[in-house]
């Protein structure tokens, strides 16, 4: 061993040993993480809560069967995964209409719907999803969050051991397709449309003869005749359902669902079993929905109406004046008789009527007034 060698020996071994001390270190650290991780997963496995929600749409519709499967994610992001819904498709696990009575009975956690498709259940529910003629999205969402609308809500769906929420709008839909034109309310007389809900009930006393069927039936009624008339959603809906190959008139303003409320309802022990942050996770999403569903609307049904119109060839069509006045008298003689047959609907209608009156007067000044006033045509004299 030469002079040199002897002076770099204390090095080396130096150098050695801080490579053991790194090596043994970064080994440690390594069992110490991956210890914790899995005591961190294992602890989060037997912590995160599974909930079923079972709904009336098909799995994935367009729309109104996408509310779900958007809260379905958002709860999961918001809890970091504590809470997980799993969303079903109607008939997946009960038949569309059987929500109701799935989440009530605890078969099923959380469902999504619309609150008239149990009016015979509960009669005040209509309040609470559509009134014809009544509010349009914007005054729906405002009478439920701000006036007094949901505590009614609460109380109708109590003895059901249901919590509901507000959970997504389509905004004012389509009055509907028709295979021929509508020039008066003549035309109506003994018309055959799928209409249902209160809808239903003031066509046919405006003249007309309401159907009831299944959204999957349209199409085949319409186009062997078994229906003149349907109506379903709006441009964005209809043209994935494709009725506009069986139907010519496409007539509007819808006034059977000017601003339908669709609804989560939740069973109130799985809710009251969820801790306070994962309760205000679910109260959130569901507020989250219920706009963004308005939002999604909003934005496809004009470019959808415009492929229906210029792509299709769909005849667009307003209703008569005089169809709409007969439809307006015989929904507010419908409303009046059915909060009259029932108590919680008669309260129920007292608040919504103080609003309607209340908001209309002001949407005259507000939004009505700016849409007339950015629609109104410069005088050409000018
Ligand atoms: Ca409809």
């Given at each position: 061993m030469?002079?040199?060698e002897?002076?770099?020996?204390p090095?080396?071994?130096?150098?050695?040993?801080?490579?053991?001390?790194?090596?043994?270190?970064?080994?440690?650290l390594?069992?110490v993480?991956?210890?914790?991780?899995?005591?961190?997963?294992?602890?989060?496995?037997?912590?995160?809560i599974?909930?079923?929600m079972?709904?009336?749409?098909?799995?994935?519709?367009?729309?109104?069967g996408?509310?779900?499967e958007?809260f379905?994610?958002?709860?999961k992001?918001?809890?970091?995964?504590?809470?997980?819904?799993?969303?079903?498709?109607?008939?997946?696990?009960v038949?569309?209409?059987?929500?109701?009575?799935?989440?009530?009975?605890?078969?099923?956690?959380i469902?999504?719907?619309?609150?008239?498709?149990?009016?015979?259940?509960?009669?005040?529910?209509?309040?609470?999803?559509?009134?014809?003629?009544?509010?349009?999205?914007?005054?729906?969402?405002?009478?439920?969050?701000?006036?007094?609308?949901?505590?009614?809500?609460?109380k109708?769906?109590?003895?059901?051991?249901?919590?509901?929420?507000a959970?997504g709008?389509?905004?004012?839909?389509?009055?509907?397709?028709?295979?021929?034109?509508?020039?008066?309310?003549?035309?109506?007389?003994?018309?055959?449309?799928r209409?249902?809900?209160?809808?239903?009930?003031?066509?046919?006393r405006?003249?007309?003869?309401?159907?009831?069927?299944?959204?999957?039936?349209?199409?085949?009624?319409?186009?062997?005749?078994?229906?003149?008339?349907?109506e379903?959603?709006?441009?964005?809906?209809?043209?994935?359902?494709g009725?506009?190959e069986v139907?010519?008139?496409?007539?509007y303003?819808?006034?059977?669902?000017?601003?339908?409320?669709?609804?989560?309802?939740?069973?109130?022990?799985?809710?009251e079993?969820?801790?306070a942050?994962?309760?205000?996770?679910?109260?959130?999403?569901?507020?989250?929905?219920?706009?963004?569903?308005l939002?999604?609307?909003?934005?496809?049904?004009?470019?959808?109406?415009?492929?229906?119109?210029?792509?299709?060839?769909?005849?667009?069509?307003?209703?008569?004046?005089?169809v709409?006045v007969?439809?307006r008298t015989?929904a507010?003689?419908?409303?009046?008789?059915?909060?009259?047959?029932?108590?919680?609907?008669?309260?129920?209608?007292?608040?919504f009527?103080?609003?309607?009156?209340?908001?209309?007067?002001?949407?005259?000044?507000?939004?009505?007034?700016?849409?007339n006033?950015?629609?109104?045509?410069?005088?050409?004299?000018?």
């Open positions: 030469t002079v040199n002897r002076r770099l020996l090095l080396v071994t130096l150098l050695l040993l801080a490579l053991l001390v790194a090596t043994l270190a970064a080994w440690v390594d069992r993480n991956r210890e914790g991780g899995t005591a961190d997963q294992q602890r989060r496995t037997e912590d995160v599974h909930w079923k079972v709904t009336t749409w098909p799995k994935n519709f367009p729309g109104l996408l509310g779900p958007n379905a994610r958002r709860v992001e918001m809890s970091g995964g504590r809470l997980q819904v799993q969303v079903y498709g109607g008939g997946e696990i038949p569309p209409f059987g929500v109701f009575d799935a989440v009530s009975q605890g078969v099923a956690e469902g999504h719907g619309a609150g008239y498709y149990w009016t015979g259940k509960v009669p005040a529910s209509v309040f609470f999803t559509a009134v014809p003629f009544g509010f349009t999205a914007i005054e729906t969402s405002a009478w439920i969050h701000y006036g007094g609308g949901l505590e009614l809500w609460r109708a769906y109590a003895p059901f051991n249901l919590i509901p929420f959970g709008n389509s905004g004012v839909q389509m009055a509907g397709w028709f295979n021929r034109e509508i020039n008066s309310l003549e035309d109506m007389k003994g018309l055959k449309m209409i249902p809900g209160l809808g239903g009930e003031v066509f046919t405006a003249g007309g003869v309401a159907v009831t069927m299944p959204g999957g039936e349209l199409y085949t009624s319409l186009q062997t005749g078994v229906i003149d008339a349907t379903w959603v709006g441009p964005y809906n209809d043209l994935a359902m009725l506009h139907a010519e008139y496409y007539y303003p819808g006034w059977q669902e000017p601003g339908p409320s669709l609804e989560f309802i939740v069973n109130k022990d799985a809710f079993a969820l801790p942050d994962l309760q205000s996770i679910v109260e959130n999403a569901a507020r989250v929905i219920n706009q963004d569903m939002d999604e609307y909003t934005a496809r049904n004009n470019r959808a109406l415009t492929e229906l119109v210029e792509v299709h060839g769909v005849k667009l069509r307003r209703l008569p004046d005089d709409i007969a439809l015989a507010q003689e419908a409303v009046e008789e059915l909060a009259a047959s029932d108590p919680m609907a008669a309260e129920a209608y007292a608040s009527r103080e609003f309607y009156d209340g908001v209309k007067h002001y949407h005259r000044i507000s939004e009505q007034a700016y849409i006033a950015r629609d109104l045509e410069a005088d050409p004299g000018q």
